[in-house]
Antibody, heavy 122, light 109 residues
Framework: EVQLVESGGGLVKPGGSLRLSCAASGFTFSSYSMNWVRQAPGKGLEWVSSISSSSSYIYYADSVKGRFTISRDNAKNSLYLQMNSLRAEDTAVYYC???????????????WGRGTLVTVSS | EIVLTQSPATLSLSPGERATLSCRASQSVSSYLAWYQQKPGQAPRLLIYDASNRATGIPARFSGSGSGTDFTLTISSLEPEDFAVYYCQQRSNWPPLITFGPGTKVDIK
């Protein structure tokens, strides 16, 4: 089955750190660019970060630049998001999402995980 | 930064009716626009990309049109499973930036 499964969310204090993981299965993970998209409770969608298939190209939204780091391990079919200096406004469900096109950054998302909730609160 | 505006915020319709959703960009995005459907407690689902291309497995009752700054998602005849929130999304190559609209909720009248 083609799927993405996120993990690693939870409750963290402001200023703390968390590492999210996304396990991919059922497709050739190493051929696709991958992304993180978040959704604050009751709010809309916000793109967070993108990484190309070989990790050569990495991009971040201004709201997380300098605090979050995206990475991937193609041997383990896994995507990661290291989140440091967390703020209350980072509270959201974090989705892992596959890029529509193989071998390029097309920036449309055709496969999504179910998400993992990150809550930043004291 | 390109800002997307969606209208209306809420659309109340009955099954079988036609739904017309609008997305407007603050500057031209060419045809680099997608539409997603999201149901409560679920991840978004890609419906349309590049303004008018249906994603794999999307029924023909969903269609997209437009270019530049004005885009439309049309659902020709609403099925019960179509009541959801719909988001538009644009992509700009440089600087690399992806933004979503605030969403339109289609609910049952």
């Amino acid at each position: 089955e083609v799927q993405l499964v996120e993990s690693g969310g939870g409750l963290v204090k402001p200023g703390g750190s968390l590492r999210l993981s996304c396990a991919a299965s059922g497709f050739t993970f190493s051929s696709y660019s991958m992304n993180w998209v978040r959704q604050a409770p009751g709010k809309g969608l916000e793109w967070v970060s993108s990484i190309s298939s070989s990790s050569s190209y990495i991009y971040y939204a201004d709201s997380v630049k300098g605090r979050f780091t995206i990475s991937r391990d193609n041997a383990k079919n896994s995507l990661y998001l290291q989140m440091n200096s967390l703020r209350a406004e980072d509270t959201a469900v974090y989705y892992c999402a596959r890029d529509l096109a193989r071998a390029s950054l097309y920036w449309y998302f055709d496969l999504w995980g179910r998400g993992t909730l990150v809550t930043v609160s004291s | 930064e390109i800002v997307l505006t969606q209208s209306p915020a809420t659309l109340s319709l009955s099954p079988g009716e036609r739904a017309t959703l609008s997305c407007r960009a603050s500057q031209s995005v060419s045809s680099y626009l997608a539409w997603y459907q999201q149901k409560p407690g679920q991840a978004p689902r890609l419906l349309i990309y590049d303004a008018s291309n249906r994603a794999t497995g999307i029924p023909a009752r969903f269609s997209g049109s437009g270019s530049g700054t004005d885009f439309t998602l049309t659902i020709s005849s609403l099925e019960p499973e179509d009541f959801a929130v719909y988001y538009c999304q644009q992509r700009s190559n440089w600087p690399p930036l992806i933004t979503f609209g605030p969403g339109t909720k289609v609910d049952i009248k």
